[in-house]
Each structure stands twice: as structure tokens, then as C-alpha cells.
Nanobody
Framework: QVQLVESGGGLVQPGGSLRLSCAAS????????MGWFRQAPGKQRDLVAIIMDSGSTNYSDSVTGRFTISRDNAKNTVHLQMNSLKFEDTAVYYCYGISRGNNYWGQGTLVTVSA
């Protein structure tokens, strides 16, 4: 059974940084793409960043220049380095991946940006 497990969320002040990580287990196939979505209270789940196994990336306009996504194909892990965090980045962040045509989601990790 494929599982995605996130870590690294927490409370941070505006302007601060956090690093999220997600590890996939239960599959021997490289997941592609892998990425991060987020859902703020009362809002829909939106794409944050996504990365292919080739390394090509795509970011939402709201995080471009502040967030960096990376991955380790051998370990089926994906990371999200978040810098210059803003109040509006507060959300539950979900790891996402596709393996053999099937979509998988992590359980979510809460990121709270507050003074």
C-alpha cells in the first residue's frame, strides 16, 4: 500500500522559513510528478509546487521566488523549502504523488504563520 508521510510543519513568524518533507513508501516505482498542495480554512485545495522525476518544476504565482521544491528519486522523497513566509501561507500542506497512474495524498501538515 502506497503511503505519503509529511513532516516539518509548525508555527513560524512572518518572514521566517520552514522546510517540509514527504516520504513515499509501499512502492518501488519512482513517483512522478510529486508535489505540494495547500488548503487554507474555508478555501479550496490549491497547487503550491510540483516536480517531475526529470527535475522540471512548476510553482504557483503566489510562492514563486520564495518556495523551492526538490526531490530525491532514489528515496521517493520530496521537499519544500519555504522562505519569506507570509500570513497568507497559513494552511494545511498536502504532499501529492502519482505512481503507475494512481493519485496519492499525504495526511497533511499544518503550517501557521503568525506573529
Amino acid at each position: 500500500q502506497v503511503q505519503l508521510v509529511e513532516s516539518g510543519g509548525g508555527l513560524v513568524q512572518p518572514g521566517g522559513s520552514l522546510r517540509l518533507s514527504c516520504a513515499a513508501s509501499g512502492t518501488i516505482f519512482t513517483m512522478s510528478p510529486m508535489g505540494w498542495f495547500r488548503q487554507a480554512p474555508g478555501k479550496q485545495r490549491d497547487l503550491v509546487a510540483i516536480i517531475m522525476d526529470s527535475g522540471s518544476t512548476n510553482y504557483s504565482d503566489s510562492v514563486t521566488g520564495r518556495f523551492t521544491i526538490s526531490r530525491d528519486n532514489a528515496k521517493n522523497t520530496v521537499h519544500l523549502q519555504m522562505n519569506s513566509l507570509k500570513f497568507e501561507d497559513t494552511a494545511v500542506y498536502y504532499c501529492y504523488g502519482i505512481s503507475r497512474g494512481n493519485n496519492y495524498w499525504g495526511q497533511g501538515t499544518l503550517v501557521t504563520v503568525s506573529a
